[in-house]
């Protein structure tokens, strides 16, 4: 792990420690991982941080992150807010039926189409817009997270060895259960829903790159935090700073936020507005299915040979020789599609030559050492697609990904 900008000096043997606990926290940063949300990255939410700064004892970057490493909250409940702004145009739901197809999601194809609660794809409409999400947890072992849609809502419960997706617009079921214990259970869907879970992400990218400081105090949800601020010491990323608002008593995460290098709003923010540390109640985590619902047992759907399988696979053999080129802030993730002719055209049919039609229409035309190709941007995240088929994507600029096609001829 890389040194974190102090005013403070450290011995070599309390750098040992230090770099000890920067690994315990990327590994136990989220000792709730409350199940689901499939959202790459989260817009500003000014509500979330109530005003005025409060007077807290100070610390240093190396105390912060040990206090988040020490952090033994297993038990809360709340409300978390979270949005998503890419910059990106509407796609009027185009998406949301690549996603789905790729998933093996409602609209994949085949005799099976999956069913609307099935968590891999229910959770795909949050990578844009702002929702609304109440979080709870006990254990690992225990947690429940509830989409609030207008009218609807979609709930995720994780209890014991069974999983449970309820989507109540659709009165439709998925089951499946963990293969782990019933205490320890392995997740079925682990990925970010917390503040804690982008806050691993994050620690887990300090390294000799990245300055780490402390940006003050702030309070969210009611509570008193300090803010932990890390930025990229490289040119070439389009990270400005994270900050995370870590909880001065519990050093729990209560907010994560991304803002860009090229300024204006978050691209990733995602926060409490209400949070508890007391033990939900066991009834929390309970679900029988509603009478009346469709219930899809996730084995049936993973045993249907057309229930994504083919969109898995296609993705992944695209995906052959992947390379990770860079270091730091400005890795560059790299892998040919082995498809001549660069994005897809229309002649590819249904929507993945819509997607290619979308994506050229907007992208950047660039040429260099390696030929031509199409840069497609975000807010964020910025890919490279050539005409002889490779592609060149990471959270960089375009200068970036071009100097990097070059250097690979």
Not at 123 to 147: C, F, I, M, N, Y
Not at 256 to 263: H, M, R, V
Not at 268 to 288: L, Q, W
Not at 325 to 336: K, Q
Request: proline fraction near 5%; charge should be negative; charged fraction near 25%.
């Amino acid at each position: 792990m890389a040194p974190i900008d102090s005013d403070d000096n450290t011995t070599a043997g309390e750098g040992e420690e230090l770099r000890a606990g920067r690994r315990k926290a990327a590994r136990y940063v989220v000792p709730v991982a409350v199940m689901g949300v499939a959202a790459a990255t989260i817009g500003l939410v000014p509500a979330l941080a109530d005003s005025g700064d409060p007077d807290l004892p100070k610390v240093t970057a190396e105390q912060l992150i040990e206090k988040i490493a020490k952090s033994d909250v297993e038990q809360l409940s709340g409300t978390v807010r979270i949005s998503t702004d890419l910059g990106l145009p509407d796609l009027g739901g185009l998406e949301s039926g690549l996603m789905s197809g790729m998933s093996g999601g409602p609209g994949s194809g085949g005799d099976d189409e999956g069913s609307a609660a099935d968590p891999s794809a229910k959770l795909t409409e949050l990578v844009s817009g702002s929702h609304t999400l109440r979080v709870a947890a006990d254990g690992p072992g225990r947690q429940k997270l509830s989409l609030l849609e207008n009218a609807a809502e979609y709930s995720l419960i994780h209890n014991g060895k069974d999983v449970w997706g309820y989507d109540s617009k659709s009165n439709e079921v998925y089951h499946s259960t963990t293969s782990g214990s019933a205490e320890r259970p392995e997740p079925e869907k682990d990925v970010p829903a917390t503040p804690k879970d982008f806050a691993d992400q994050a620690l887990k990218a300090v390294d000799d790159t990245t300055s780490v400081t402390v940006g003050g105090t702030a309070q969210v949800a009611g509570r008193d935090a300090y803010r932990l601020v890390v930025e990229p010491k490289q040119d070439g990323s389009t990270v400005g700073a994270i900050t995370v608002a870590v909880d001065a008593e519990t050093g729990t995460p209560l907010k994560f936020t991304l803002t860009p290098a090229g300024g204006g709003a978050a691209v990733v923010d995602v926060g409490f507005t209400k949070v508890s540390f007391a033990k939900p109640d066991a009834s929390t985590f309970d679900f029988t299915p509603p009478k009346g619902a469709k219930v899809t047992e996730g084995d049936e759907t993973a045993k249907a040979p057309e229930h994504g399988r083919k969109a898995e696979g296609d993705l992944a053999g695209g995906m052959d020789g992947l390379e990770v080129i860079g270091e730091g802030w400005n890795s560059i993730a790299t892998f040919d599609t082995g498809a001549q002719g660069g994005l897809p055209t229309a002649s590819a049919g249904g929507d993945l030559g819509a997607l290619g039609g979308f994506l050229g229409s907007f992208g950047d035309q660039v040429k260099g050492d390696f030929g031509s190709g199409t840069v497609f941007k975000t807010r964020l995240v910025n890919a490279l697609i050539t005409d002889d088929g490779k592609v060149y994507a990471g959270a960089v600029t375009k200068d970036a990904l071009v100097k990097a096609a070059d250097a690979a001829k």
